[in-house]
Every structure is written in C-alpha cells, then in structure tokens.
C-alpha cells in the first residue's frame, strides 16, 4: 500500500526555519497538502497543491515539492506554530487510494 | 459560513455496528467530494473513505473495506458512515472532510476547508 513518510519530530528555536519533508512515489504526479494539528483541536490546511498558501495562513509558511519528497518550510516559525503536521496526498496507481502521512510534532522552544 | 457537524458516535461492542452522519452547510454540497478521516487516540490521522459529488464513486481503506459504507443524501446536507463488524481497532475520532478540494473560493481568495469537530467511536466489551 502507499505510504507518505515524515520525521515523527523537529525541533526549533523561536524565529527559526523548521523543515517539515514528507516523501512519497507518488509525488512527482501528484499534489502534497499539509495539515497542522494543535493540541485538541482539528487539522486546518495550511499548504495546498504543494506551494499554495490559503487565506488567513501567515506568510511564514511555504511549500514545495521536487521528485519524490515535499517540504513545508516555516520561516521564522513562532511558539504558536507548535503543532503536529500531516502531509497529504493520493495513490497515483489508479486505485484512488489517499493517504497521510505519520505526522510531524514540531516543537519551538 | 462553511461547517461541517458530525454525530452519531458512541460505545459500541465488538462486531456490532453504528452509523456516522456530517451535516453540511454554508456551501453547495453536492458540488463536493467528500470524505471520513478517523484519528486513534494519541495517533495519527487515517483516511477511512471518499464519495464522489454525485455518490456514484466510492473509495476505502483496506483497513475497512467491506465492513464500512460511505453514502450521502445531497438533498439534505448530509454525509454518512454505516460501519459494520466494528473492532477495537476501530476506536477513533471520526471526522468528515472535503479532502479532494480543502479549499473554498470567495472572489479573490481561498480558505482553508474546515473540518468539523469529529464523533468519538469507542469499541469495547
């Protein structure tokens, strides 16, 4: 079955840049969307279609994507931006399978 | 405003069965693939399933293939999850999602799809 892979941890200092990557076979003909969790609450999208940023996110995050692996990047990243993040994607086979990945808890302190 | 409102969760035992529905609103439902997202306590996020906008195409896990049964009613709002044969592997928050577009458009900008606040699933003797 296909699997996204992501670092179960990172760990920053304030005004930092955290790499978040995520790595799939699939990524190089499908999109990568990420995910940030905070404790107790539900995901909100942050990126979309690999690079896209949706309005009310802050500028500080970004992502790209490049062969198989896809990085959300937080630049100058905030005590607040600690969080668990998940990338998201789809099978590429044709089985319309999606999947996310194990997540990332990005600690700032 | 857009929402998503989920219920139907509960305590269940194992191999009995119980039925999950989303409530819509706040944008055209049946313009929207949608999907259920369920989170173990303490895990990670697990996509459980997908239906098309018309509900003509259905997609699921392996880990719930033949036991679950996504379906929605476009004319009322309204998104379910009939789960049969349930485990204690199946304990989760149960969301519901618009996976294959997190994203709304109003005039120039796009916002996050929210999800809703989930339905908790416990199985257990």
């Known amino acids: 079955s296909y699997e996204l892979t992501q670092p179960p941890s990172v760990s920053v200092s304030p005004g930092q840049t955290a790499r978040i990557t995520c790595s799939g076979d699939?990524?190089?003909?499908?999109?990568a969307y990420w995910y940030q969790q905070k404790s107790g609450q539900a995901p909100v999208l942050v990126i979309y279609e690999d690079s896209k940023r949706p309005s009310g996110i802050p500028e500080r995050f970004s992502g790209s994507s490049s062969g198989t692996m896809a990085t959300l990047t937080i630049s100058g990243a905030q005590v607040e931006d600690e969080a668990d993040y998940y990338c998201y994607s789809t099978d590429s086979s044709g089985n319309h399978r999606r999947v996310f990945g194990g997540g990332t808890k990005l600690t700032v302190l | 405003e857009v929402q998503l409102l989920e219920s139907g969760g509960g305590l269940v035992q194992p191999g009995g069965s119980l039925r999950l529905s989303c409530a819509a609103s706040g944008f055209t439902f049946s313009n929207y693939a949608m999907s259920w997202v369920r989170q173990a306590p303490g895990k990670g996020l697990e996509w459980v399933s997908t239906?098309?906008?018309?509900?003509?195409?259905?997609y699921y896990a392996d880990s719930v293939k033949g036991r679950f049964t996504i379906s929605r009613d476009n004319s009322k709002n309204t998104l379910f999850l009939h789960m049969n044969s349930l485990r204690a592997e199946d304990t989760a928050l149960y969301s519901c999602a618009s996976l294959q577009l997190p994203y709304y458009c109003r005039g120039d900008s796009c916002y996050p799809f929210p999800w809703g606040q989930g339905t908790l699933v416990t199985v257990s003797s």
């Open positions: 239906i098309s906008a018309s509900g003509g195409s259905t």
């Open positions: 699939a990524l190089p003909k499908k999109y």
